[in-house]
């Protein structure tokens, strides 16, 4: 049987724009008069991450570890999922690389890149030379383009950890 040692996983969210509510991004909070709509800070970056990690190790998804209709994650910060979720996953395995295109409108992406890159390699407790963060805008088409939703995908290769071949 083949066991393999390098795994590729996938992960992808959406959240709804909202005026007023907190902007918060790779676990950076943001400056801005738009928010995102959520149950936990409504970190569509992180969770796109999350998935993919948990993905690529064949886990449960964000959705089944956090329920939404769980008091327990009402305004949880998506740093704390990610560390809940992640670490145990990340003990086995390493991150080679994570990629993440983040999909926005009017909220701009490229100035922030160093910092969502910086924010998401903390979060997952990883050097940041390991993550690449891309910003896109929707072009005006779709809930993405007409301002209405921030969309984040995230595409994570991990290896697994030599002590553990042993
Ligand atoms: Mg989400």
């Given at each position: 049987m083949f066991a393999s040692n390098v795994r590729v996983g996938l992960g992808?969210?959406?959240?709804?724009?909202?005026?007023?509510?907190?902007?918060?991004?790779?676990?950076?909070?943001?400056?801005?008069?738009?928010?995102?709509?959520?149950?936990?800070?409504?970190?569509?970056?992180?969770?796109?991450?999350?998935?993919?990690?948990?993905?690529?190790?064949?886990?449960?998804?964000?959705?089944?570890?956090?329920p939404d209709t769980d008091d327990r994650w009402r305004g949880a910060s998506s740093v704390d999922l990610a560390r809940i979720a992640c670490r145990p996953v990340l003990a086995e395995w390493e991150v080679a690389n994570l990629d993440v295109v983040v999909r926005?409108?009017?909220?701009?992406?490229?100035?922030?890149?160093?910092?969502l890159v910086a924010g998401i390699a903390a979060a997952l407790e990883i050097p940041a030379d390991r993550v690449n963060v891309k910003g896109k805008t929707g072009e005006g088409l779709g809930p993405v383009g007409e301002n209405r939703a921030v969309e984040c995908q995230a595409v994570v290769c991990l290896v697994r950890r030599k002590e553990i071949d042993r």
């Open positions: 992808y969210d959406v959240h709804r724009i909202e005026p007023g509510r907190p902007l918060v991004l790779g676990g950076v909070p943001l400056e801005g008069p738009l928010g995102l709509a959520g149950h936990s800070d409504a970190d569509a970056i992180l969770h796109a991450v999350i998935d993919a990690i948990l993905g690529a190790a064949g886990g449960p998804d964000l959705g089944t570890l956090f926005a409108e009017t909220i701009r992406i490229a100035p922030v890149r160093s910092r």
